[in-house]
Structures are given as C-alpha cells and as structure tokens.
C-alpha cells in the first residue's frame, strides 16, 4: 500500500481504548481540517460532513488505519492497540476501507475515566471510548464506567469500595487463565447475583446494602452489576473449577450424579462466606446452572476415559455447551445461558 501521498499533520497521541470516531475528530479539530476532509484521506469515498462519536463509530479496514496512522504521526500498530473497533477489524473484508455508522449493538460507547485524562492536556474535543462492554474498571483511578442508557451516572467513584477495584483484577486474572470462556462464565454468575439482588437474598441485607450506602445509590437496578461484582467474580472463579472438572467427564469433588450439584453449591457458599444464605434460598439460581451445564455422557462411558492429563486444572478452556456462538463483546447477559433478566419474577428463574 502506498502511503507516501498521505499528509502528516500535526500528531495526536490515541486514548487507550478510545472510539476511532473520537479519535478522527481530535485529529481533524487539532489541524483545523473538515472531518470530511480526514476521512476522505483514509480512504471514504462518501464521508460525511459531520461525526457525533456518541451516536456513530468509524470502521476502518487495514488500509485505510495505515493511512489515518500516518496522518497522525502513529503507527498502525499503535492504533491497533489503542483502538478497539481498529484491533477488531470489523471494517475489513470486501466492505469498504472506511464506514461511518451507528454504533452496532455489541460496542458501547463510554466517558473515560476523568483521572485518566489529566495525562491529556493537548485535548481540544471530548473523548469517547468504545466499549466491548456496557461498563468498564478504571482500577488506576477507582471508577466505574458506564453507559448511561439504563439512568444513572456516567462515572462512579470507587472511592471506600476497593473490593471492587480487587474484584476487576480477580476477573482479569481469571480471564488470562481461562481464556474467552471466562466471559461467558462471569455473564453467568453476574446473572445468579442479580437474581440473589432482586430476590433480597445472600449479601442483599448485609454486603451489598453496605455498597449502596457507601454509593448513596439506595437499591437501584442500574448500580447492580458494580454492587455485586465482588461476589459474582467469586461466583464465576468457582464455576471455572466446575467446568474444569465437565471437561473431563468429572463430577465436581468426584462426586456421583445428583449429588455434584449439591457439593458444589456448598462450595460456592463456603467461597463467599454466606453458607447459611445458601442453604436457604441462594442455591436455587446456582441450581438452574448446573441444570445447563450437567455432564450428559453416560456415566459408563466416562468411567471408560483415560485420567485428565496433569495439570488440566491450568490452561485455557474450550467454549462448552450451551455456550457455543458466545459473543465476544455486548452486554454481558446476552452471553450467559440462563434466561432470566433483571425487572422479571425471579420464580419464573426457579
């Protein structure tokens, strides 16, 4: 690709995690050129006089991100790391080098962490970045970052919830070990918190009434993924050990069928240091999820398999029923397998 035609303006140094969008605006504002005119010299054959980054994303094929990294002085490497929706290629393929459109379901777009801007002082326009995920952890600053689609705030300082912050580094962690399935298992666990939230079960009364105190939120169903993410990462570690074991053909324990699912939900309380709300009412929602997860091979046939080799407690795991077609980025419950949602009867989850 011939990029010695493409002018170098003056630089400007990408957000880490920043929408592409964002990112052409600063670059078009700080040369005091059109955004027409920016988009044209990547390669948009059609580009719009105007760009809102909270209503619209620019896609930008491999070509066309070499070029918008030569006019900022970058290299596409750099904009690939910065850039989520560059980093995910979605404007690759036959399609054009350069879309601009609205922002497609699975990113969402977020304010960045304030703190995280300060390092920023050439900023002429706001920044929006592209979230995979309806919110993000800032665990440098301690904030939340979220979609103000559901009300509620943009931002939300973390300040007196550390648990919270620590939680974000469990998930990375488990992320690193698990591999993309861990996704799929934090949509999961995130979805048995909310119905313990809902149904004023487990923490409710205790942890999560504390959360809500320190936020001054009250019970408010946009703060709910943030008041229980501690536990629904615990939640989510345990079930990694679960699946573990499924991958094997193994009960949880070396347990028999039928009764996996009762040692295991034991355990789960024990993590969290609530067996008693366990006991009497938590396992019910952790119930509905081993239902989805049951080994079904026979269980002369699993007898039959040769031992896991060592150390298959470590290493990434395979997607596995009935998660197959997992999403890589959206709102975390449209990955999870169980069907209730937040604002439904939690009975009809029983």
Not at 181 to 190: I, K, M
């Amino acid at each position: 690709m011939d990029t010695e035609a493409v002018p170098k303006l003056v630089g400007v140094e990408p957000v880490p995690g920043e929408a592409a969008a964002s990112f052409v605006l600063r670059l078009a504002h700080l040369n005091e050129l059109p955004v027409k005119e920016v988009l044209r010299e990547a390669g948009a054959h059609r580009p719009p006089g105007e760009l809102d980054p909270w209503a619209q994303e620019v896609f930008l094929g491999e070509p066309a991100a070499a070029r918008l990294a030569v006019m900022a002085r970058r290299t596409p490497e750099e904009l690939c790391r910065a850039l989520p929706t560059v980093a995910a290629g979605t404007g690759g393929g036959r399609r054009p080098s350069v879309r601009v459109e609205s922002w497609p379901g699975q990113w969402t777009p977020l304010e960045p962490c304030a703190a995280c801007l300060t390092r920023h002082a050439d900023l002429v326009t706001p920044v929006v970045l592209a979230g995979g995920d309806p919110w993000q952890v800032c665990v440098r600053h301690g904030r939340w970052l979220r979609s103000t689609a559901g009300g509620g705030p943009a931002q939300v300082s973390l300040a007196g919830l550390g648990e919270v912050v620590r939680a974000h580094r469990r998930r990375v962690r488990l992320q690193q070990r698990v591999g993309p399935y861990a996704r799929a298992l934090l949509a999961d666990a995130l979805q048995v918190a909310a119905a313990w939230w809902q149904g004023r079960q487990m923490a409710s009364e205790t942890l999560w009434a504390g959360r809500e105190a320190v936020l001054g939120t009250g019970r408010q169903r946009w703060a709910v993924p943030l008041v229980v993410y501690p536990e629904a990462v615990i939640v989510a570690e345990a079930m990694a050990v679960y699946e573990r074991q499924r991958h094997w053909g193994r009960e949880f324990a070396g347990g028999a069928p039928g009764w996996v699912s009762k040692r295991w939900i034991a355990f789960v309380g024990e993590r969290l240091g609530m067996p008693g709300p366990m006991e009497h009412g938590g396992y019910r929602m952790l119930r509905q999820w081993t239902l989805q997860h049951r080994i079904t091979a026979p269980v002369v046939d699993r007898l039959a398999r040769p031992a896991p080799p060592p150390g298959y407690r470590t290493g990434h795991l395979p997607v596995m029923d009935p998660h197959h077609g997992l999403p890589e980025r959206g709102m975390l419950e449209d990955a999870s397998c169980l069907d209730w949602r937040l604002g439904r009867p939690v009975a009809a989850a029983e």
